[in-house]
């Protein structure tokens, strides 16, 4: 199957700096990427979809100023938590849409890990 | 609104039993997932079910997806130790693809 990439995979940061978290479509053009955030024994919560080439959809009750989505190509997202505070603690994941296959499935990248101090 | 429900949320299972977990959700919907997440991992693709009646199978597992019923089932086979994880089956509806997550039901299979 196709591969997403997301680097890195584990950032500790202390309170009030900014996080950048790549994620990458390997082999394919992902025209939308999501990213997602999940805490401890819970489910994967939405938090934005990237269409490249335009802004960031935002779900309702996600800070658009302080989580900067950036989709600058059509195999390359961004997510910038800017001044993190230890609630962000989470593990963030994004995920691809491959729409060039009659299967349309979504491909999730390994996964971010954020520890704020 | 779109909601998924599944059922159970938790399992715990001997290797060799069969068992059935269920999804439902709230509004029509083109697309049906299942997915299997690894403790500390994330996401492994395992089915997409695009239209009613679609039925898919791969080694113990096997999907099925009834729109009618908006109801789509995992069944396992003769369960193994391996297939313990967390199973979600998300769906999306309309252009915009996003996927809803229900709870997720952690498999456990015990020896």
């Known amino acids: 199957g196709a591969v997403v990439s997301q680097h890195p995979s584990w950032v500790i940061c202390k309170s009030g700096t900014s996080v950048k978290i790549e994620c990458r479509s390997l082999d394919f053009q992902a025209t939308t990427m999501f990213w997602y955030r999940q805490f401890p024994k819970q489910s994967l919560m939405l938090m934005a979809t990237s269409n490249e080439g335009s802004k960031a959809t935002y779900e309702q009750g996600v800070e658009k100023d302080k989580f900067l989505i950036n989709h600058a190509s059509l195999t390359l997202s961004t997510l910038t938590v800017t001044s993190a505070h230890p609630e962000d603690s989470s593990f963030y994941i994004c995920s691809a849409r491959d729409g060039g296959t009659t299967q349309e499935t979504q491909y999730f990248g390994p996964g971010t890990r954020l520890l704020v101090l | 609104e779109l909601k998924v429900e599944q059922n159970p949320l938790f399992l715990s299972m001997q290797e060799g039993k069969n068992y059935t977990i269920y999804c439902n959700y709230s509004?029509?919907?083109?697309?049906l997932y299942w997915y299997r997440q690894d403790p500390g991992k994330s996401l492994e693709s395992l089915f997409v079910?695009?239209?009613?009646?679609a039925v898919k199978q791969e080694g113990r597992l096997m999907a099925s997806l009834d729109t009618k019923a908006r109801l789509s089932t995992l069944h396992i086979t003769a369960a193994v130790h391996d297939l313990s994880a967390t199973y979600f089956c998300p769906n999306s509806g309309g252009s915009n693809y996003k996927l809803t997550f229900g709870k997720g039901t952690l498999l456990t299979v015990n020896p």
């Open positions: 079910l695009l239209s009613n009646g």
């Open positions: 509004t029509t919907s083109d697309r």
